[in-house]
């Protein structure tokens, strides 16, 4: 059993001083026991602009941390006998136009190879800037593949928690943000927190979100951000440190919301139950939150990132601990150090002190990474070159990444891609979080294929998307312009097969389709049209 010794909130003030300063964008910590909010510890400024300190009572978004909020919604109406996780999700929204059977459950569980919505956005130009539920669900509905046989894999897609928030409007006549402000946040006496799904509405002590672009350093590197997407479901909590306590009750008891015990308890245990493939394999995944093991204790968990906000909540249940770590910047990873901090809580060996080598055993070591590899599951590229002082840099979705090796034999993300590591394993390239047991990539060495063969150049159009595909040799190079994406310079990696920064294209067999992939979505049908056509005055999303 962990001991909360006296002192500990210094500690703990410490263990955040040495991730970020007092002039900078900053963190906040809780740590709770049985509920109760036992200490907190706090470091770095809310609005860096007016030196605003953060405090127990600033406002965080908590990004992807929302998810097992949303699933607990979705479990009381199970509870209720108004819905059904394992009913096909067109049950409730029917105008979706999947071939395949995906289950509610499945869209909980990152388990039915749905397209990734950010990517989809992505690929076509569709802006973020003001998306709303129904705009994204006119974007989601036209697509009628998955990336795998629903319920045969995982892989993390944000689309499952949204096409759960429309569900629970669609059964209940309410918003997400609504429903759980009457069914959760009321209840528990969450007063500050609620799903911000109207970016106009004032935040009280909100902090300012801030990022640090690529290769920029120094103390003048932040720049702020603003969150563009009003959809929840797959985030949107706004919350604070303080009146995270009840929560972290119910998570650790059952305890506070209108149900029964009995009932309460048993929507808590169904968060927790891990899931199981149709292969039998069973995830560390549960309902909106992972699984693994910190300092010998199991631990439930999951993180958020959004432009400008990170976040960790934690929960050892046998021990009746919780933790809450949330952060008004992008360049900080609040897993780490909320493992960090349950380490120390355990008298551990910390697991996530790894520090960077020297530059010159960097240089030498990273002669094996240098080069492009592809992942064929996803079908996707990432071209790795050589940094400054022994790091590396990726290329890949269309963004550059530095990494640093680590004493820990990985090479550490830093700045936005702060929560990622790679690493060899055997001859492969393996992309992970630097917390938890996912895989976020496998990538093979790809061949030099560098080649002179024509560029499939003409029109192409996705009815997923209701988007053109228009590849041109007009200006040069061969380009590749989507929807209302800008024009990308087209590279050939293969026989039939072109990247264009951060997306693959390939001829489709002998026919004249092309399959394009980006990371979260792969092989979209573009089909080859006889003229050239204007862009289209409709694209899903869009309006």
């Known amino acids: 059993m962990i001991t909360l010794e006296a002192g500990l909130g210094g500690r703990l003030r410490d263990l955040l001083a040495s991730y970020v300063s007092d002039?900078?964008?900053?963190?906040?910590?809780?740590?709770?026991?049985?509920?109760d909010l036992v200490v907190h510890a706090t470091a770095g400024l809310a609005v860096v602009e007016h030196t605003?300190?953060?405090?127990?009572?600033?406002?965080?978004?908590?990004?992807?941390a929302s998810k097992h909020f949303t699933a607990t919604c979705v479990l009381l109406l199970e509870q209720e006998g108004r819905l059904s996780l394992d009913a096909d999700v067109r049950t409730?929204?029917?105008e979706l136009a999947l071939k395949e059977t995906v289950t509610l459950r499945q869209c909980l569980t990152h388990t039915g190879g749905l397209r990734e919505y950010y990517s989809l956005c992505g690929l076509s130009g569709v802006p973020?800037?003001?998306?709303?539920?129904?705009?994204?669900?006119?974007?989601?509905?036209?697509?009628?593949?998955?990336?795998?046989?629903?319920?045969?894999a995982y892989s993390y897609s944000n689309t499952g928690y949204v096409l759960g928030a429309a569900t629970i409007r669609r059964v209940t006549g309410k918003s997400l943000a609504d429903f759980a402000a009457d069914e959760i946040f009321e209840p528990l006496g969450m007063a500050s927190t609620r799903f911000r799904d109207d970016l106009t509405v004032l935040m009280p002590r909100m902090a300012t979100g801030y990022r640090v672009p690529a290769g920029v350093t120094g103390p003048r590197r932040f720049r702020r951000t603003d969150i563009l997407e009003e959809v929840v479901g797959d985030g949107g909590v706004v919350t604070t440190v303080r009146d995270l306590a009840p929560w972290h009750a119910?998570?650790?008891?059952?305890?506070?919301?209108?149900?029964?015990?009995?009932?309460?308890?048993?929507?808590?245990d169904r968060l927790l139950q891990a899931q199981v493939l149709t292969d039998g394999t069973r995830l560390p995944y549960g309902l909106g939150l992972g699984i693994m093991t910190v300092a010998g204790r199991r631990t439930y968990w999951h993180s958020?990132?959004?432009?400008?906000?990170?976040?960790?909540?934690?929960?050892?249940?046998?021990?009746?601990?919780?933790?809450?770590?949330?952060?008004?910047r992008s360049d900080v990873y609040p897993s780490q150090i909320a493992v960090a901090a349950i380490e120390l809580l355990a008298g551990a060996p910390p697991t996530t002190a790894a520090r960077p080598v020297p530059a010159d055993h960097a240089k030498r070591a990273r002669a094996e990474l240098i080069g492009r590899w592809h992942d064929q599951d996803r079908d996707v590229f990432v071209d790795v070159t050589p940094g400054p002082d022994g790091a590396i840099e990726c290329l890949d979705e269309g963004e550059i990444s530095r990494f640093v090796l680590a004493t820990d034999g990985r090479w550490h993300g830093t700045a936005g891609a702060a929560s990622l590591a790679f690493r060899l394993h055997g001859d492969h390239l393996r992309c992970?979080?630097?917390?938890?047991?996912?895989?976020?990539?496998?990538?093979?060495?790809?061949?030099?294929e560098a080649g002179a063969e024509q560029p499939p150049v003409g029109t192409y159009f996705s009815e997923e998307l209701a988007a053109y595909a228009v590849i041109t040799t007009n200006t040069g190079p061969a380009?590749?312009?989507?929807?209302?994406?800008?024009?990308?310079?087209?590279?050939?990696?293969?026989?039939?097969?072109?990247?264009?920064?951060?997306?693959?294209?390939?001829?489709?067999?002998?026919?004249?389709?092309?399959?394009?992939?980006?990371?979260?979505?792969?092989?979209?049908?573009?089909?080859?049209?006889?003229e050239p056509q204007p862009l289209p005055r409709y694209i899903r999303g869009l309006v």
């Open 52 to 64: 605003v300190p953060i405090g127990p009572d600033t406002a965080f978004d908590l990004a992807s």
């Open 304 to 328: 958020g990132s959004i432009p400008g906000f990170r976040s960790a909540l934690m929960y050892l249940i046998d021990e009746g601990i919780g933790l809450s770590v949330l952060a008004n």
């Open 23 to 35: 002039e900078e964008p900053g963190v906040a910590l809780g740590l709770y026991r049985d509920g």
């Open 479 to 530: 380009t590749m312009q989507i929807g209302l994406s800008p024009a990308e310079r087209m590279e050939q990696v293969g026989p039939g097969v072109w990247t264009a920064r951060g997306m693959t294209a390939r001829r489709s067999g002998a026919g004249a389709d092309l399959l394009i992939s980006v990371d979260g979505a792969r092989q979209l049908v573009f089909s080859r049209i006889a």
């Open 250 to 268: 119910f998570m650790a008891g059952g305890r506070g919301l209108h149900a029964a015990e009995p009932a309460r308890h048993e929507v808590r």
């Open 432 to 448: 992970t979080p630097k917390v938890g047991e996912e895989t976020y990539g496998e990538y093979a060495r790809a061949a030099d």
């Open 92 to 94: 409730y929204l029917p």
């Open 128 to 152: 973020l800037a003001g998306m709303t539920e129904s705009r994204l669900l006119r974007l989601v509905s036209g697509q009628r593949d998955v990336d795998f046989p629903p319920g045969s």
